[in-house]
């Protein structure tokens, strides 16, 4: 996720949704935000296969569950490169018998030791979705600590359809950025890179949802009105 100025976030924002209108995924605009309430806003469905950023995610999950675990052998052998991949695997696994709140603290605060690092610096690229391996060696930006933690829950056995990684917009800072949101009993939860706090999706009302996605689907969170 790359920081901008206010204006580009909104600008980014009417972009996806007139992208998703010209690909006939959604009907004309009415406005560009909706009104959250405590819960994390459903949003609406949006077909994944037209949907951009979904690619980027499946190749996320392809790099991901495809990975050769010789490579991490190669990796504990090799005693000048840190096996920090192994080394989060083998963390979560610690969680296991963990309560699920627990199991969000630790996360959380794990993945937020990373190293933040834009993607212009690290990768050369403007938007750069990566995998936990690259994640974990290199650094990366929000949607990043979002994609490991998403991955680290699904891991210890959280369903998919209890999470979701948002790109949304920080009112306060005035830049875009991402999260991982987990329902978890009657409340929606953040995992957040700027803080090793687990709090409530009411208590951030300064965030405003652009698009959500997990394994399962991808939803859009601005105000449309279809023609039909």
């Not at 010789?70 to 490169?81: F, I, P």
């Not at 290199?138 to 990043?144: A, K, L, P, S």
Request: include cysteine; charged fraction near 25%.
């Amino acid at each position: 996720m790359v920081f901008v100025n206010h204006s580009s976030i909104i600008h980014r924002s009417l972009g996806v949704v007139i992208g998703l209108m010209l690909l006939g995924q959604v009907g004309s605009v009415s406005t560009v935000y909706a009104s959250y309430g405590d819960a994390f806003p459903e949003g609406r469905f949006i077909r994944t296969e037209r949907f951009p950023a979904y690619s980027k995610w499946l190749q996320v999950m392809e790099k991901d569950w495809a990975r050769d675990a010789t490579d991490e052998a190669t990796c504990a052998r090799n005693l000048g490169r840190p096996c920090r991949l192994l080394n989060w695997s083998r963390f979560v696994e610690s969680l296991r018998k963990e309560d699920p709140a627990e199991q969000l603290r630790s996360i959380n605060s794990y993945i937020n030791q990373t190293r933040f690092i834009e993607d212009r610096d690290n990768w050369g690229a403007k938007d750069y979705w990566a995998a936990p391996a690259e994640f974990l060696t290199r650094g990366g930006d929000c949607e990043d600590y979002a994609i490991s933690k998403y991955l680290s829950l699904r891991q210890l056995g959280i369903p998919a359809e209890q999470l979701r990684v948002v790109v949304l917009e920080d009112k306060r800072r005035r830049v875009a950025h991402a999260v991982l949101v987990v329902e978890l009993g009657e409340e929606s939860l953040v995992l957040d890179n700027l803080s090793d706090r687990v709090v409530s999706w009411s208590e951030v009302g300064h965030y405003r949802p652009l698009y959500s996605l997990n394994e399962q689907s991808a939803w859009l969170h601005v105000k449309v009105r279809d023609r039909l």
